[in-house]
């Protein structure tokens, strides 16, 4: 995954977290990297917090983690 919005399979974490951050977070990703700005817009849009280890996982444990954190989330978003 070191092409995050290139790659043939899934668009990883990091691209799908730049991706949806929109214009400023391409722009983030730009001035420093693709790793570096997901960790940023991460920390500043979720309580869930994901080591950038993750976004080198395979497509199928990547999916695994991605759905327990939006769980995770929807939870937090409920109390």
Request: charge should be negative.
């Amino acid at each position: 995954m070191s092409a995050f919005h290139k790659c043939e399979t899934t668009h990883c974490w990091a691209g799908w977290v730049i991706h949806i951050a929109g214009e400023k977070g391409y722009e983030l990703e730009r001035q420093t990297s693709s790793v570096f700005a997901a960790m940023q817009i991460l920390d500043k849009s979720s309580p869930i917090k994901v080591s950038p280890t993750r976004f080198f996982e395979d497509n199928e444990t990547a999916m695994s983690n991605i759905e327990k954190c939006a769980e995770q989330e929807k939870a937090i978003d409920t109390i």
